[in-house]
């Protein structure tokens, strides 16, 4: 995994993993219990198509999602974004200093390993490769060229889907090459869970740093050797993937699209992307060499990385660089934040692109909460003068149809909070006492307007 110095753990897993699972590890003589729920990244029309021999592709089914999001219990104002993998679990865990903490199975390196083995390291534990972005070997300009160069913001101890901030939505599109296929054991399931895994983390970054969270309209999976891709100089693969969309694939739904290559790219460079090409149909695409190295933590920098570009990020030198450094990890070795240069550069494209929608029918907020204590509960950006109710379990994650509000709560067996009226501006407050249940105690939240859903919050009472 390219690691000076990393810790080994046993995750402890429940034999049974449904919508809602807990994990639990120990790490640098600290206690970690995931607490998590299903995170699909998936859209409603989410479709995968595969190429065979013949060249035609063909609508496959592929198991659930395994992607999860959640927090440390007790460990006030953490997320995480997690993904079931062969092994066990592959985690990214944001705490609430901005230290961030990787967890992957040792059997990626080790396939001896025990099951339940798996290793934990930090940002500062990763050994720098001579790995690069392709992007400063070519040609650069405007939009459509070359460039040339933390989880949803926390609230207390709450955990916010990607959806509890103002956040845009983007619709991504992928294509698997047949060396990627491969490289995922020829599996069509295992190619999709790899892709959504690295996504899973990616999305993540991009929530917390700049509002963005992405939706998968599709993936496509080259099965065959009789791919439309025969290169690996970078500039070259980017053009065939560029042709292949814009001939044949201009039918898929999408912002933007992505390559997943295995090949072996020319020199070192891994990965390649047009600039400032969000919502461009002809020049909406980059590509990652994804598997160049094992760590999950470099895969999603990587991939955070071509996709800045795309957002019109370009590179930048310095410890504050961060993801953007032509360099993976070669500016303060962090892949897992954007540094200032390019939050502003993304920002600005996110707020003129045309394409982009809200991703959540109006905001939820909730305050820290304590047993025995007043909590703010906020609703903003819902429709005027309307009847909105909030709604929680302790069950965990589920449906629970609300019959006067004509919606479906993602919560197992709801039971009502909170009732009011929007004011004239679509807002609506209350402040109420939480009871002296026993702490720490994981609750899950959600709001309902006519037709209409909030974000979803996991909050921990303590």
Request: net charge negative; proline share 4%.
């Given at each position: 995994?390219n ?34 729920r299903?995170h ?9 198509r595969?190429q ?22 007790d ?5 995480a ?10 985690a ?18 080790d ?21 690069r ?8 300009g405007?939009?459509?060229?070359f460039?040339?160069?933390h ?13 509890a ?5 983007c ?39 700049v ?6 309209t ?20 980017l ?54 190295s ?12 071509e ?57 939820l ?11 703010d ?17 302790v ?19 709801c ?20 009871p ?22 996991t909050?921990?009472?303590?």
């Amino acid at each position: 995994m390219n690691l000076y110095d990393a810790e080994l753990t046993v995750v402890d897993l429940p034999m049974d993993v449904g919508a809602d699972m807990v994990a639990a590890f120990d790490y640098a003589g600290d206690d970690y219990l995931l607490v998590l729920r299903q995170h699909s990244l998936r859209s409603p029309d989410f479709r995968v198509r595969v190429q065979g021999e013949d060249g035609k592709l063909r609508e496959v089914e592929v198991p659930a999602p395994q992607t999860y999001r959640g927090l440390v219990l007790d460990h006030q104002g953490s997320q995480a974004a997690v993904s079931l993998v062969p092994g066990g679990i592959q985690a990214q865990i944001r705490m609430a200093d901005g230290q961030m903490i990787f967890v992957e199975p040792l059997s990626k390196v080790d396939p001896e390993a025990a099951p339940d083995l798996h290793v934990v390291y930090t940002a500062e534990n990763v050994v720098e490769g001579d790995w690069r972005c392709g992007n400063d070997d070519f040609a650069m300009g405007g939009e459509g060229e070359f460039a040339d160069p933390h989880l949803a913001s926390n609230i207390g101890d709450s955990y916010q889907d990607p959806t509890a901030d103002p956040n845009m939505l983007c619709e991504i599109a992928f294509d698997a090459d047949y060396e990627f296929y491969g490289k995922n054991g020829n599996s069509v399931p295992n190619t999709v869970a790899d892709i959504e895994a690295v996504l899973n983390d990616v999305d993540a970054i991009y929530d917390a740093d700049v509002d963005v969270v992405y939706e998968i309209t599709e993936i496509i999976v080259r099965s065959s050797s009789n791919d439309p891709y025969t290169t690996s100089d970078p500039e070259g693969l980017l053009t065939q993937f560029r042709n292949e969309w814009n001939n044949n694939q201009r039918g898929v739904q999408r912002d933007i699209a992505h390559m997943m290559t295995g090949r072996n790219l020319s020199g070192s460079v891994i990965g390649i992307a047009y600039l400032s090409v969000i919502c461009s149909g002809s020049t909406g695409y980059g590509l990652s060499e994804s598997r160049f190295s094992s760590s999950m933590y470099q895969r999603a920098g990587l991939t955070a990385h071509e996709l800045g570009h795309n957002w019109s990020a370009g590179h930048c030198s310095g410890s504050s660089c961060y993801i953007m450094c032509p360099s993976l990890g070669g500016c303060g070795r962090h892949l897992d934040y954007f540094g200032t240069q390019a939050i502003n550069s993304i920002t600005r494209h996110r707020d003129s692109r045309n394409c982009l929608e809200e991703a959540y029918d109006f905001r939820l907020d909730v305050s820290p909460l304590f047993a025995g204590q007043n909590a703010d509960f906020d609703i903003s950006a819902g429709a005027p003068n309307s009847s909105v109710a909030v709604y929680y379990s302790v069950f965990g994650t589920g449906n629970c149809y609300v019959a006067n509000l004509d919606v479906t709560l993602n919560l197992d067996r709801c039971k009502e909070g909170l009732t009011g009226v929007t004011d004239s501006n679509g807002d609506a407050h209350w402040t109420t006492r939480i009871p002296n249940v026993k702490t720490p105690r994981v609750i899950w939240i959600h709001a309902g307007m006519f037709q209409a859903t909030s974000n979803e919050v996991t909050a921990q009472i303590n």
